[in-house]
């Protein structure tokens, strides 16, 4: 249930507009996603070139990854990164703020709150997403989505230019701790992609929204943040969980305040059970041991 937060401005609260686009229709990972099918989705750019993402989560903030930091407009509406965007908004930057306890040696805290020069006029196109509540509960499988312009192979350095959108799993944190060694996940962290590889997020798709669906509403579990290449087997993409941070947003954003609602996952979490026995040994009699920590997305 959405949290107390339901704050209203221009006759609208936060809580009933939050999360809910209107021209979503259909999902398909993997494929140029519809236009206005994740109005939140925002592309910071620096002289015109998109540098990473981030999502709006109410009309004069916006939410990114701290090692996103820069001087950048904020564009939203947006598309596709060439040609024509008749739906688009941008913005200058007012303010910035980096999460104190950021570590940009292990990216923990890894969140970046963005205010706009100015606000913006919601459409069909531009809408806020709701945000994943303290004591919120993805389990492993949950069924995400992530969107951006990122690259579409490891390695590469060249973006999509239209925004494209994939389906993930959540995996659990005990699992992903096993996959990249023991340590390397926070608390802060939470973990989304298959087995297999094949699918992820990748370089360019920093800061941007990972996001699940629970009943009418879009919530934003996770922000993009690093992973040991892209789509690589036994390798998931690394996000910043939102729900540790609900606190904090609040005392940063006076007025206006985002949409907070508790996702809460259904049935037992196969998390708890899916560790190999050698990840279990070295967590019990090598606690100390930590993984080279991968590339920022």
């Not at 990114?64 to 941008?90: D, E, I, K």
């Not at 919120?136 to 490891?154: A, I, Q, R």
């Not at 590469?156 to 996959?179: A, H, M, Y």
Request: net charge negative.
């Amino acid at each position: 249930m959405a949290s107390e937060n339901t704050e209203c401005f221009a006759l609208l609260c936060l809580s009933s507009v939050c999360g809910q686009p209107p021209l979503n229709t259909k999902i398909v990972g993997g494929q140029v996603a519809s236009p206005g099918s994740w109005p939140w989705q925002v592309s910071l750019q620096i002289s015109g070139s998109h540098f990473c993402g981030g999502s709006l989560i109410n009309n004069q903030w916006v939410m990114t990854a701290a090692h996103c930091f820069g001087s950048v407009t904020v564009v939203l509406g947006l598309q596709t990164q060439s040609g024509s965007n008749p739906n688009s908004q941008s913005r200058k930057i007012a303010k910035g703020i980096m999460h104190p306890s950021y570590n940009s040696q292990t990216n923990d805290n890894d969140i970046y709150l963005l205010q706009l020069a100015s606000p913006v006029t919601f459409t069909n196109y531009i809408l806020p997403i709701c945000l994943a509540a303290s004591g919120s509960t993805f389990y492993n499988g949950t069924n995400s989505w992530v969107t951006g312009w990122g690259t579409t192979s490891s390695g590469s350095n060249t973006i999509s230019q239209d925004l494209r959108e994939v389906e993930v799993p959540i995996v659990g944190n005990r699992q992903c701790n096993c996959d990249y060694g023991v340590g390397s996940i926070t608390n802060n962290m939470m973990c989304a992609g298959l087995s297999a590889g094949g699918k992820d997020s990748c370089q360019g798709d920093s800061g941007g929204p990972m996001v699940s669906k629970q009943g009418s509403y879009w919530i934003q579990s996770g922000i993009v943040s690093f992973g040991d290449g892209c789509a690589l087997p036994n390798f998931p993409g690394i996000y910043t969980r939102v729900s540790q941070y609900q606190s904090w947003i609040n005392s940063m954003i006076s007025s206006n305040q985002p949409g907070f609602i508790t996702f809460t996952s259904t049935g037992t979490d196969g998390d708890l059970m899916s560790c190999t026995s050698s990840c279990l040994y070295f967590a019990k009699y090598q606690p100390a041991m930590f993984c080279i920590f991968g590339e920022l997305k």
